[in-house]
């Protein structure tokens, strides 16, 4: 049992295991109905390293030539889900050579061995969909070659998964865990024989999700943009499943496709990656493309707001950012005080980010990553827009929730300007500090140049009572903050002008220069890049203005703008698209 595991964690887990025993007792599956046909796509570089024996899941690198991947140490719960999800088969199948195919077979038949049974931490209904679509989707793989005891061993757990699947999918969190579950049982219903029946509850059920969870905009209460891509690859893999074999997928299931697409459209940046906000990241490579694809959903969103983040774009350039208040409650479990903060990619190259999710490098690093200072945004010196409080659970897991966060979050679209423009502005300072903060972001209609504008400022009456009391505390020195702008590791970023402004190279031969008004220090002060799949975190940089307000009203205006050699078209097309285990 793990530390941080929770009480109703543990009934959970007792249940899990019930219902795992009792579905021992199902009949095996009498073999696939139809031809199971791959959906997922796997990293080729990250199966030749699971062949090496280098097992990097959750942040952790085990390096053992000798062990089974069962075998191995697993250094935390984290670990240990993603062995049990399977994930690691469609890196395996992207490699797909001899090696790979006698690893995935042996690996898949000790599973069967050691947990098939009903042991195990893999006993949970979102694990037990993801791998129940693994196993299915690389069953070719898995059976090539191998003898009759291990297909009907194969299909033997099948079965017990699928209805340990349809007596438990309801444990399962409501979100992405639950549409995992549906998915994985309507999979399973559809390839194998004798698993009808479980087919139209789970329709159903899923239908009842989507009408639930995804709202009339196409967004998921976590405002986790990966979560929602996650939630949308899933819906298509079930209506594929489904229209595969003859059947139709409910209506809210197609509808939630038809809101969720436009969405995803907005959230992605110029290079073809997600914005990277409460959690999610970028997203595998290519992967939200495909999945846009595979909706066969057209439409753009038209306007405004798309899970609370707007989007801005001129030529080559996008700027997208957190105008909305931040989850609360359980939805907040992986939020981040991230209002206002602001991504800018320019062509396939990202420039200005937030530092992402720490998560997969441990708590530390997760609690930093949620700071408002670690987002491209104003921060007060020692305080965050939203504040962690109580503790919640998720998955089992105790977590930190976000609590005091902005309430009040206002945006208007700047039209008649002669460029793409906003200005939002949050109250997650009113209570603490009497201040408003304001940001307002415009971006020329080629791409070349953006402007931008942070304000503090005591609005109210009783806002300026505020202020007062916090600047008597300071000693007349003033309210400290910094406006960070953290750059993507591949920038590389020097003062010039005398340190009057940056210079930043990207590696598509770009070249942006960030200018201030001079009212701030300007400075270049290391930063981290968290990104899942690496061993640690990337080393980066990242530009701060540092101030102090002493009055009412405090405005700090900068740009950031193409040099005029920059050419408007580059040839980009070098990627490093292999995350080496570093």
């Known amino acids: 049992m793990f530390r941080d595991e929770t009480l109703s964690a543990r009934l959970t887990r007792w249940m899990n295991r019930f219902h795992a025993a009792l579905s021992m007792r199902a009949r095996p599956a009498s073999g696939f109905v139809s031809q199971p046909e791959p959906r997922t796509i796997g990293s080729f570089a990250r199966g030749r390293q699971l062949v090496a024996g280098n097992f990097l899941f959750a942040g952790s690198l085990v390096e053992d030539k000798a062990r089974s991947i069962w075998d191995i140490e697993k250094p935390d719960r984290a670990f240990e889900d993603e062995l049990q999800g399977f994930v690691w088969l469609d890196d395996l199948a992207a490699v797909a050579d001899l090696p790979a195919r006698k690893r995935a077979q042996d690996w898949t038949a000790e599973w069967i061995e050691r947990y098939g049974r009903g042991r195990g931490g893999g006993w949970t209904p979102d694990l037990t969909g993801r791998r129940l679509i693994r196993w299915i989707n690389h069953a070719i793989f898995l059976l090539n070659g191998q003898p009759g005891a291990f297909s009907r061993a194969y299909h033997a757990s099948l079965a017990r998964q699928t209805r340990f699947l349809s007596r438990r999918w309801k444990a399962a969190s409501a979100g992405l865990p639950r549409f995992e579950a549906l998915t994985g049982l309507i999979y399973a219903g559809m390839a194998l024989g004798g698993m009808e029946a479980r087919v139209e509850p789970a329709v159903r059920a899923l239908a009842r999700e989507c009408r639930e969870q995804i709202d009339f905009e196409g967004g998921i209460v976590t405002r986790n943009p990966e979560e929602l891509l996650e939630v949308f690859t899933l819906l298509n893999w079930a209506a594929s499943a489904l229209s595969e074999a003859g059947k139709m997928a409910a209506p809210d299931h197609l509808h939630a496709i038809e809101r969720i697409a436009p969405t995803l459209r907005a959230l992605r940046h110029a290079d073809g990656g997600l914005a990277r906000f409460h959690g999610g990241g970028r997203g595998a490579e290519g992967k939200l493309d495909h999945a846009l694809a595979a909706s066969g959903v057209k439409a753009v969103a038209p306007g405004g707001l798309s899970m609370g983040f707007a989007r801005l774009h001129g030529g080559r350039t996008t700027v997208i950012m957190d105008v909305a208040p931040p989850p609360l409650g359980k939805a907040s479990a992986n939020a981040h005080a991230s209002t206002l903060a602001t991504e800018i990619t320019s062509g396939r190259r990202p420039l200005v980010v937030n530092c992402g999710s720490g998560a997969s490098f441990g708590a530390q690093w997760r609690r930093a990553g949620r700071a408002t200072a ?209």
Do not use: C
């Not at 945004?377 to 020692?382: E, F, K, N, R, V």
């Not at 070349?448 to 942070?454: N, Q």
């Open 374 to 582: 670690s987002h491209s945004t104003l921060a007060l010196d020692g305080y965050s827009s939203a504040q962690l409080g109580r503790r919640g659970s998720l998955g089992g897991q105790a977590r930190e929730l976000l609590a005091d966060g902005p309430r009040d979050v206002r945006v208007q679209f700047l039209v008649d300007t002669g460029t793409h423009g906003l200005v939002a502005g949050h109250d997650g300072y009113l209570k603490s500090h009497g201040l408003t903060h304001i940001r307002q972001i415009e971006v020329t209609p080629n791409g070349r140049a953006i402007t931008g504008e942070d304000t503090l400022a005591a609005i109210e009456t009783a806002d300026e009572k505020t202020f007062d009391r916090m600047l008597d505390r300071s000693a007349l020195q003033g309210i400290g903050f910094k406006i960070h702008f953290h750059l993507h590791p591949d920038v590389d970023a020097e003062l010039d002008m005398g340190g009057a402004a940056v210079s930043m190279a990207l590696k598509s031969g770009e070249i942006w220069v960030f200018r201030h008004d001079g009212t701030t220090k300007l400075s270049i002060e290391p930063s981290v890049y968290l990104e899942k799949g690496r061993l640690k975190p990337r080393a980066t940089k990242q530009v701060v203005l540092s101030a102090a307000a002493l009055e009412y009203a405090t405005r700090i205006r900068w740009s950031l703008s193409k040099a005029q050699f920059t050419p408007d078209a580059v040839r980009d097309l070098n990627r490093d698209d292999d995350l080496p285990l570093t």
